[in-house]
């Protein structure tokens, strides 16, 4: 029996439309990052919220919460960097049943280390007990980053063009996606022994990305799209900063997968397209860079592999 993402428990599809509902009055939103134009400067905020998800469970499980704050400012802050913005600081809300002070103490010391490596002011947050709301010794997680970027700097993927280079970045592991997913193809005993590859933090793209930016747009935009994997993985990011008519090919041979998302997909008999719409496969973050630009790009991240190009075609990912 092959196990899919919907079978876990998650229906992607129905997150989709339910953004495509939302959008008909409130067309702004839907992408990685909400722009907030600030009157009579040449700034825009840009604006981030997410939680770490049934990761986790696997925290509770092994009783280790030291980690998975830097989760909760990464899904947040490589959010922010897909526009090109620069996070300026971030807040979060614990909620639990009884609160355990030393777990939330362990829980806030992760969120201090992510903003630290993401250069974020951690300014304040909430926490909430609510008895009987969640089981004892667990409790969830969520953030809020705000960031800035000059006016007509924003990266958006309207400039996007065939023939643009896809350079992915390796990720750290599966970052905080797909874990409902991983959570019903390994038994508590082979969530232990994979432990380490699977509370493995986010990794936090802020300094390289922000940096390349600085180095590469700085006379003109050779960076012109960039997308966080995530939820939807490679299918539903990548096609989000898309223009119309302009598909976006990944070559999936282009980079080895990661030992653990092999595992995976063979225990779980994953289906080939529902793991690379779910997990990311080892690919944490995607430029869409100017081909003349694409090496050099790609040299100044470590472990960066050219995964794909731009073509013009309906807007669409497809993964050969």
């Not at 409902?180 to 022994?193: G, T, Y």
Request: hydrophobic fraction near 40%.
């Amino acid at each position: 029996m092959s196990i899919t993402y919907r079978k876990a428990g998650v229906n992607i599809d129905a997150g989709n439309e339910l953004v495509k509902r939302l959008k008909k009055n409130l067309p702004e939103i839907g992408g990685f990052g909400g722009l907030f134009p600030v009157a009579k400067t040449k700034y825009n905020l840009v604006s981030s919220t997410d939680g770490v998800g049934t990761k986790l469970k696997i925290a509770f499980l092994l009783n280790k919460h030291d980690t998975v704050g830097i989760d909760l400012v990464a899904m947040n802050v490589n959010d922010l960097i897909c526009a090109g913005a620069k996070p300026l600081f971030f807040l979060d809300y614990f909620a639990c049943g009884k609160l355990n002070v030393g777990q939330a103490e362990n829980v806030i010391k992760g969120i201090a280390k992510g903003c630290e490596i993401s250069g974020s002011a951690l300014i304040g947050g909430e926490t909430a007990e609510m008895p009987g709301f969640y089981k004892d010794g667990e409790y969830d997680l969520a953030g809020f980053s705000v960031g800035i970027i000059e006016k007509g700097k924003e990266i958006t993927g309207k400039n996007i063009k065939p023939n643009d280079v896809i350079i992915g970045l390796p990720s750290s592991g599966p970052h905080s996606n797909g874990y409902s997913l991983i959570r019903k193809v390994f038994s508590d005993v082979e969530l232990k022994k994979y432990s380490k590859q699977l509370l493995a933090p986010t990794k936090i793209y802020v300094k390289e990305v922000l940096s390349a930016v600085g180095k590469f747009n700085a006379t003109k935009q050779n960076i012109t799209g960039i997308a966080h994997i995530t939820g939807g993985s490679f299918y539903d990011k990548i096609e989000r900063i898309l223009p119309q008519n302009a598909k976006a090919v990944i070559e999936k041979k282009s980079w080895e997968v990661p030992e653990i998302f092999q595992i995976i997909k063979k225990k779980g008999n994953v289906p080939e397209k529902d793991i690379y719409r779910t997990l990311n496969m080892g690919i944490g973050m995607v430029l869409i860079v100017r081909p003349q630009a694409a090496l050099s790009v790609k040299k100044y991240f470590k472990g960066a592999k050219a995964i794909g190009y731009v073509k013009k075609d309906e807007k669409s990912v497809e993964l050969i």
